[in-house]
């Protein structure tokens, strides 16, 4: 699919590739890794064009589509699920030419757009928006009216809803939560075409990729299977090397003795001279540099305090009175709970954050934690706000204002920023670089409890790899909120849930959760496949007519008694039955789930109740279309 072929990259006074080659196979999901800063997003600007090489070095089909992830979406008048179906530029340029085509052209368009299963836009778009966790409400809400990390949400679902040939996804889970981290998952696997992703989260690395791509010494190499499967591949290809290495470095001393013992001999000068030439033409088995990663320096408290922590005892907070976000609050905390905070975004996780970091008071109920108890408050918005203009230096100079100059040195230092980097301004410092610099300095004050609020943004696989050693080393309590499943696992041995306003034990691993996010996905109707021909998920209603229809008053408008043609219009009602059927079944399966969920669980109840209700909307609205499609073709065929 993708052939790169001699590729020498330099710009900004350094080398990104030298000589580089690689070809990947049509279909492949390809995991891009590499150190922080080694060129992997250059890499893409190059594929995408945006970034001149020397020559022909980078090579794709011609009629190839190649989609990539906007930085960000503008905030626009235009509804989310708009923004998303003119994603899908050949549907769109279609509806278009509808709108004015001639009579003769129309049955060409149709066919194309039939084609395309256009008809289906609006409920993929809707299945993908739903998955990255918008609600029915916010599709129709206008751009305008989200974040900027919403707005890359919907970036991302815009590439995923395009489906190009060629699929650039530049850490697709750093705006995601836990919940939309692993619905990704599921919907890149089963994507139907080529997909190249940069990626540090091991586990997405490990569930989607077929091949892993490293880049690393300027060169580029391919290695098939997962991430873990990689690691294997590259210890065992280090450790031929390091034995090649030391038998060349074995034969090279016995030649060498000989020459040195023997070369002023007359009788052995032919023998060791054979030797010089053998030494001289004998090439270096070269091993790869050492990777070093700076450690985190997360010092632990010097003085344990008496438990608990904390205590809530039905406690309600909220940003206004009156208005809470989470109430009936009855949790504990103790010094050495390492607690795995879960929920998708909105549930009330960064307020239950603010709660126990002491930037929000309670509304009612108890708190209870020590006066002499100090909490570390890392979160991505920290990132965010840093000043532009700012440097290191200066940032460590105000955190230690009584510490010595080579003393503020000597901690930038050992927070993985070398010399040359520390009087680097803010803006021209990786993710990494400066989440690394705001994780220690969050830390350096000995807090008996951390809350990391995704702490790996931005941090490579090597870097985590890190900050887990230093929680494991930390004695103080953890809180922790990421969408990296794999550090969730290894960091926490409690799970609590911010679900339907407040906060609970979760009975249960990740694997449970995992399980449970997805379950409560496809009861929602939001199932987690890219590929077309499977049944269509329950779709939320769409804004946007259906092309039929569309077609329809389009033809009427212009007066033309000419519409679609009774082919397409029983095409319509053939899809629009299979709709209908399928729906049935759904609300079949649903109130089995009912019936069963009130015996056994009828905390079920509630969501099963609401995705009943949408299944019986959607089948209304089938039956309409069925309808509309049935008159208009007894009018056609009369």
Known sequence: MLQISNLTFNAWGRQFLDDASVSLPPGAKVGLVGRNGIGKSTLFKIILGELAANGDEVSLPKTARIGS???????????????ILEADVERH?????????EPEEMGEIWGRLIEIDADSAPS??????????????????????????WRMRVALAAALFAQPDMLLLDEPTNYLDLEGALWLEVRLK??????????????MLNEVCTHILHLANRKLELYTGNYDAFEKMRAEKLRLLSATRAKQEAERAHLQAFVDRFKAKASKAAQAQSRVKKLQKMQTVELPPEERVAPFTLPSPPRPLPPPLIRLEKASVGYEP?????????????????????????????????????????DAGEFHRDGKMRVGWFHQHQIEAMDPTDT??????RAMPDASESSRRSRLAQFGLPFEKQETKVAALSGGERARLLLNLVAMDAPHILILDEPTNHLDIDSRRALLDALNEYTGAVILITHDRSLMELVADRLWLAADGTVKPFEGDMDDYAKFVLDRAKQAGMKPSQVRNEPEPAPARATEPAPQAASARGASDRGQKKGPSPSTLRH????????????TADLARLDDDLANAAVSDPKK?????????????????AEAAWMEAEEALAEATA
């Open 69 to 83: 992830v906007d930085q960000e979406h503008p905030a626009t008048p235009v509804s989310v699920l708009d923004t």
């Open 93 to 101: 340029d279609l509806l278009t030419r509808l709108e004015t085509a």
């Open 124 to 149: 993929r778009a809707a299945e993908i928006l739903a998955g990255l966790g918008f609600s029915h409400d916010d599709m129709h809400r206008p751009m305008s009216h989200f974040s900027g990390g």
């Open 190 to 203: 089963k994507y139907p075409a080529t997909a190249l992703i940069i990626s540090h989260d091991r586990e």
């Open 322 to 362: 009156g208005k809470p976000i989470l109430r009936n609050l009855n949790l504990r905390m103790d010094l050495d709970d390492r607690i795995g905070l879960l929920g998708v975004n909105g549930a009330g996780k960064s307020t239950f954050a603010k709660l126990i970091a002491k930037a929000l008071t309670i």
């Open 392 to 397: 290191p230096l200066e940032i460590i100079r």
């Open 572 to 583: 319509a009602a053939k899809k629009a039955e299979e709709r209908m059927a399928a729906l």
């Open 605 to 621: 109840l509630e969501g099963l109740t609401r995705a009943r209700a949408r299944a019986q909307a959607d089948l209304d609205a």
